[in-house]
């Protein structure tokens, strides 16, 4: 059976619109730009005037840096540095050689050899600190029981070798009486020092005699 003809309509044709012309994109475009240069623009003028506010912040303080070695760094007195033998007020070694300091140094970076003169009185034949190794604790002062060994605030001990940060009795060793001026072990020790006999030097008491403690 056919259709007939003039009942059957034809299929109405797909909606269609006007494609869109370069100049309708533009003016979007723009438009949406436009709504969001402003809060674009004012974030970065805020964000410039915080990074000013740091720099003008930083500029009235207080400058950390000095100009080394033009200026020097201020160290507290008892700023453990550099390591030094002293002598007595008599102008001797202060060192009687008693091997305490390489003992008590927890990286052994001391060694010493002991010796005596012909008056009986010991001292160091050589002194040696490896300053590539030491620590700057401060065991070694405290050991001392002559006050000899003394670290003292000197930082400047920079060397271009490795092998000249090993110091020698010579380079240890001051003229001056360092942080004791008025020490002397000698005096107080009750050795015998210059032909003296036992109790006969300065703030000593004679031996005592084990036979007196007899009953």
């Known amino acids: 059976m056919q259709d007939d003809p003039q009942t059957t309509r034809p299929a109405a044709p797909p909606e269609t619109h006007p494609p869109l012309t370069t100049d309708v994109i533009e003016v979007g475009a723009a438009a949406r730009q436009g709504r969001g240069l402003l809060p ?37 007195p008892r700023y453990r540095g550099r ?8 102008g001797e070694e202060r060192c009687v050689a008693c091997y305490l300091c390489a003992a008590v140094c927890p990286v052994d970076c001391i060694a010493l050899q002991a010796t005596q003169d012909e008056h009986g009185r010991r001292y160091p034949a050589w002194f040696r600190i490896n300053f590539s190794r030491c620590i700057f604790c401060g065991f070694c002062e405290d050991a001392c029981p002559t006050y000899a060994i003394q670290l003292t605030p000197d930082v400047e001990m920079s060397e271009y070798e490795r092998h000249d940060m090993v110091y020698e009795k010579e380079d240890l060793l001051i003229a001056g009486l360092g942080k004791r001026h008025t020490y002397d072990f000698y005096r107080v020790s009750g050795l015998a020092v210059g032909g003296k006999g036992k109790g006969e030097a300065e703030n000593e008491a004679p031996p005592t005699d084990v036979r007196d403690l007899l009953p």
């Open 83 to 90: 390591i030094v033998l002293t002598r007595d007020p008599a």
């Open 40 to 76: 674009r623009i004012g974030r970065a003028v805020w964000s410039t005037l915080v990074g000013l506010g740091v720099v003008l912040g930083h500029a009235r303080r207080t400058r950390d840096t000095i100009q080394y070695p033009e200026e020097m760094v201020y160290l507290p």
